[in-house]
């Protein structure tokens, strides 16, 4: 079971900014890609933002332009840059490893960590 934390969460007003942070194991880190998802009360857990080990982004139409995906490898931490908040990015974070190809995640862990809770005021 891939241990994963997440942190960087909290209350922000619409049109702020906030940025996650996600530490993995190095072994893991290193080989795969990384992906933030986000799961609002009462809906699906969606795919937000994925960096592959060569740096290759991908962003969810809902947040291009405002969330910025990066990876520290000396840290083994992958960041989110969550710019322009609004109230329906409110959700909870969660981090991920996997494997990337043509717009799909594919986690190689079932397990989810405890997330960390993004509450956008209006």
């Known amino acids: 079971q891939v241990q994963l934390v997440e942190s960087g969460g909290g209350l922000v007003q619409a049109g702020g900014s906030l940025r996650l942070s996600c530490a993995a194991p190095?072994?893991?880190?290193?080989?795969?890609?990384m992906g933030w998802y986000r799961q609002a009360p009462g809906k699906q857990r969606e795919l937000v933002a994925v960096?592959?080990?060569?740096?290759?982004?991908y962003y969810a139409e809902f947040v291009k332009g405002r969330f910025t995906i990066s990876r520290d490898n000396a840290k083994n931490t992958v960041y989110l840059q969550m710019n322009s908040l609004k109230p329906e990015d409110t959700a909870v974070y969660y981090c991920?490893?996997?494997?990337?190809?043509?717009?799909?995640?594919?986690?190689?862990?079932?397990?989810w960590g405890q997330g960390t809770q993004v509450t956008v005021s209006s």
């Open positions: 991920n490893v996997g494997g990337y190809s043509s717009g799909s995640f594919y986690p190689i862990s079932n397990h």
């Open positions: 190095r072994s893991i880190f290193s080989i795969y890609a």
């Open positions: 960096v592959t080990r060569g740096e290759t982004t």
